[in-house]
C-alpha cells in the first residue's frame, strides 16, 4: 500500500526521534534531500545565506548560522534534543526524511558514500584504496541507497576534522564530514527509501581505520607567517586547517575548528589565532567573530 505524504513525515519524525536517541544530530530533509526548512535570511536585502549547507557565496554580511533564533539554517540546526526536532518537524510538515549532521560529538560522524551513478564501480575503488593503504573497513552502520548505493557510518578522533569532498579519494566515492549530512535510514525521497543494510542495524559506527582517515584529511600547505605557539600543537593543527581553506570553504572550516577548540578548552586562547587565520583566507573580521561566536554558542560556551 503506497504511503502518504503525512505517513511519511510520522515516519521520518520517529526514525528522526530515534537516531536522536543514539546520540545523532538531525535535521529533516524534504524528498528532494535538500534541507526542508527555508532559510529566513533568503528574500533579505545583501544576504548570503540560503538552506543549502555546502554553498558558501562570497558573503555581504556576517551570515547567520542560527543565532536569530529562527529555523531555517540547514545543517546548523541539527540537534538531539527530542523537543527541538518535533518543532523542526512541526515547522516542515512536508518533511518525508532527515540528515544526520556529520563531525558532530559524541560519535563525530564520518560518512563514506559509495555511489553507482554513471556506471561507477565505487566498492572496488574503496577496495584498491584499503589494498593499497593496508587498512580494513570494520563492521559498522550500512545504509543502503535507492540507486544501489551504500553509505559506511564511521566515526573521527576529538581533535580531528574531516572535510567533506566528492570524488576526491576515487570516482563514486564521496566524503561526508563537518558540515556535511547523511540521508537517515527510514528517509523517503524522490528516488526511494534509504533502509539500513540486513545484519547492520544493532551497530554503533565504527572507528576509521587510521591509513583512511589519513587520506581523508585535506594535503598539507605551507605554514602562514604568523605563527602562535601559546596554544599548543592542537590549537596550531586547528589553525592551519582553516588557513588551508579554499573559496567556499572558509565559514565552514573556521567554524568547525572553533567547534574543536572550545571542546578542547582552548575556544579562548585559539579565537585570536583562528580570526587572523580567516582574515588570511579572505574573510572579514566581523564575519570570522560571527562564525567563532556561533561556535561557542553550538558547544555550550560564552562567544
Not at 505517513?7 to 530515534?18: D, E, G, K, P, R
Not at 540486513?198 to 559506527?205: D, E, S
Not at 607567517?225 to 590549537?235: D, I, K, M, Q
Amino acid at each position: 500500500m503506497a504511503i502518504t505524504d503525512r505517513q511519511a513525515t510520522t515516519l521520518a519524525l520517529a526514525h528522526a526521534l530515534s537516531a536522536a536517541e543514539r546520540g545523532l544530530a538531525v535535521i529533516p530533509l524534504s524528498r528532494t534531500k535538500l534541507p526542508a526548512l527555508r532559510s529566513p535570511h533568503r528574500d533579505a536585502p545583501g544576504s548570503s545565506n540560503n538552506a543549502a549547507p555546502h554553498d558558501h557565496p562570497e558573503p555581504t554580511a556576517p551570515p547567520c548560522h542560527g543565532e536569530c533564533g529562527r529555523p531555517g539554517h540547514g545543517v546548523y540546526d541539527a540537534t538531539s534534543d527530542p523537543a527541538r526536532i518535533r518543532e523542526l518537524f512541526a515547522a516542515a510538515p512536508w518533511a518525508t526524511g532527515y540528515g544526520i549532521a556529520c563531525g558532530l560529538p559524541p560519535h563525530r560522524l564520518i560518512g563514506v558514500d559509495l555511489d553507482v551513478k554513471s556506471g561507477t564501480d565505487s566498492t572496488s575503488a574503496l577496495r584498491e584504496l584499503a589494498l593499497r593503504h593496508l587498512f580494513t573497513i570494520p563492521p559498522t552502520v550500512v545504509v543502503l541507497t535507492p540507486s544501489g548505493g551504500r553509505h559506511l557510518w564511521l566515526t573521527g578522533p576529538p581533535d580531528v576534522v574531516v572535510p567533506n569532498s566528492a570524488s576526491r579519494l576515487a570516482p563514486g566515492i564521496d566524503i561526508r564530514g563537518a558540515g556535511g549530512y547523511l540521508v537517515g535510514p527510514g528517509s523517503r525521497t524522490d528516488q526511494g527509501l534509504y533502509a539500513t543494510a540486513p545484519g547492520t542495524a544493532h551497530l554503533i559506527p565504527a572507528p576509521c581505520p587510521p591509513s583512511l582517515l589519513r587520506l581523508l584529511l585535506p594535503p598539507p600547505r605551507a605554514a602562514h607567517p604568523a605563527t602562535h605557539p601559546s596554544v599548543g600543537n592542537r590549537g596550531q593543527g586547528l589553525v592551519q586547517f582553516v588557513l588551508s581553506a579554499h573559496e567556499g570553504q572558509r565559514n565552514t572550516r573556521l567554524f568547525w575548528a572553533a567547534c574543536r577548540a572550545y571542546e578542547n578548552g582552548i575556544g579562548r586562547a585559539l579565537r585570536a589565532p583562528l580570526i587572523d587565520a580567516a582574515v588570511h583566507t579572505g574573510l572579514t573580521e566581523a564575519e570570522a567573530r560571527a562564525t567563532i561566536a556561533s561556535a561557542a554558542r553550538m558547544t555550550g560556551h560564552r562567544p
